[in-house]
């Protein structure tokens, strides 16, 4: 299968500060990216869906202002999270797929922890 | 909107024996597609099998089939011979095949899966 990779893979941060996740395909064109976050054992929550080129669409209830996307190439997304705070940490992942008919493949996520 | 309900929260099964996981889902389109996903303790996202909701037939994957039943919006995923390593969150996924959202995933809550030596 394709294959998605994310950094960093761990992250510790003080409250305030910013701090930015990559996330690349490594073997294919990822036309369409997917940011989500999960707590622990709970489900994948949406974040938001960015495509390249354009501005990424959030979901309901997700700052835009405080969850920064990038889309800027075809294998390459990155999410900003801004003054960040306690309550931000948590598992991100994202996942990307190359068309919308094709699978999405995840990321191996990254654990933002906020002091 | 689609939702996706697993209502198993925890499923256990010895090794080399079979366990059915249960997924049910809610949708008024016709053409959509389904997955399973594992998750195991590294939490890397695991495609496990895929159906297209016009195949009639189940999709297999080695010792992973489904059991699909449109009309009942069912989809159900066997595990055969289960295996140590089969140990992980399992989770049921709807994707739309249409429009701009056409690649999202609905997942449900999962299901937490051991398997006992």
């Known amino acids: 299968g394709a294959v998605v990779s994310q950094h960093p893979s761990r992250v510790i941060c003080k409250s305030g500060t910013s701090v930015k996740i990559e996330c690349r395909s490594l073997?294919?064109?990822?036309?369409?990216m997917f940011w989500y976050r999960q707590f622990p054992k709970q489900s994948l929550m949406l974040m938001a869906t960015s495509n390249e080129g354009s501005k990424a669409t959030y979901e309901q209830g997700v700052e835009k202002d405080k969850f920064l996307i990038n889309h800027a190439s075809l294998t390459l997304s990155t999410l900003t999270v801004t003054s960040a705070h306690p309550e931000d940490s948590s598992f991100y992942i994202c996942?990307?797929?190359?068309?919308?008919?094709?699978?999405?493949?995840f990321g191996p996520g990254t654990r933002l922890l906020v002091l | 909107a689609q939702t996706v309900t697993q209502s198993q929260p925890e499923m256990s099964v010895q090794e080399a024996e079979t366990v059915t996981l249960s997924c049910t889902y809610d949708?008024?389109?016709?053409?959509?597609?389904l997955f399973w996903y594992k998750q195991p303790p590294s939490r890397q996202m695991i495609l496990v099998i895929r159906?297209?909701?016009?195949?009639?037939q189940n999709a297999t994957e080695n010792r992973f089939s489904v059991n699909f039943q449109k009309a009942a919006k069912s989809f159900s995923l066997k595990i055969s011979d289960s295996q140590l390593g089969d140990a992980a969150m399992y989770f049921c996924?709807?994707?739309?095949?249409?429009?701009?959202?056409?690649?999202?995933?609905?997942f449900g809550e999962g299901t937490q899966l051991t398997v006992n030596p």
């Open positions: 159906q297209e909701a016009y195949k009639q």
């Open positions: 073997d294919f064109q990822a036309t369409t």
């Open positions: 996942s990307a797929t190359s068309g919308v008919q094709e699978t999405q493949y």
């Open positions: 949708t008024s389109e016709s053409d959509y597609y």
């Open positions: 996924a709807y994707r739309s095949p249409w429009g701009t959202s056409g690649s999202r995933l609905t």
